[in-house]
């Protein structure tokens, strides 16, 4: 191989991917995925307090316990519900900038976020790259 064709090939390969040399993810595990998600944005820790298949999130002990737990740094959550069962994805600051302090101002409002997704300890977590308020006919 002359030494001219050297640097070309190694840019080649650095462009397929095949050296792995500056990368946050380990070897073997997936990259975050970017996606577009629409749920319910509740309280992690207030959402299991009652059966959400009987009783729907948004009652007044639900937003004072969202009041309460935002206090103590209690992430809030996308719940999401995928054919029967709901999914919560906590939620963490991306490039969407909420108004006013933390999620209390769309706790228990039907949202759709686009942001990365990532699995940590298995738990899952959503990034909020972008957030847009559902209309009444899209929920």
């Known amino acids: 191989m002359s030494r001219r064709a050297a640097p070309c090939l190694l840019a080649v390969f650095l462009a397929a991917g095949v050296f792995n040399v500056a990368s946050a993810t380990p070897p073997g595990q997936a990259l975050p995925a970017r996606v ?3 749920g319910q944005v509740v309280c992690s820790n207030c959402w299991s307090e009652a059966d959400r298949k009987t009783t729907a999130y948004g009652t007044p002990a639900d937003l004072k316990c969202a009041r309460l737990c ?5 992430p809030a959550a996308l719940a999401v519900e995928d054919k029967g ?3 919560l994805y906590l939620l963490e600051d991306g490039a969407f900038k909420r108004e006013g302090s933390g999620w209390l101002g769309y706790i228990a409002k039907r949202v759709e976020i686009t942001g990365t997704v990532r699995e940590e300890k ?3 977590w959503l990034k909020a790259d972008a957030l847009r308020p559902l209309a009444e006919k899209e929920k």
């Open 70 to 74: 935002a206090k103590d740094a209690v």
């Open 36 to 38: 577009t998600l629409r």
């Open 85 to 87: 069962t709901v999914r």
């Open 122 to 124: 298995g738990t899952m």
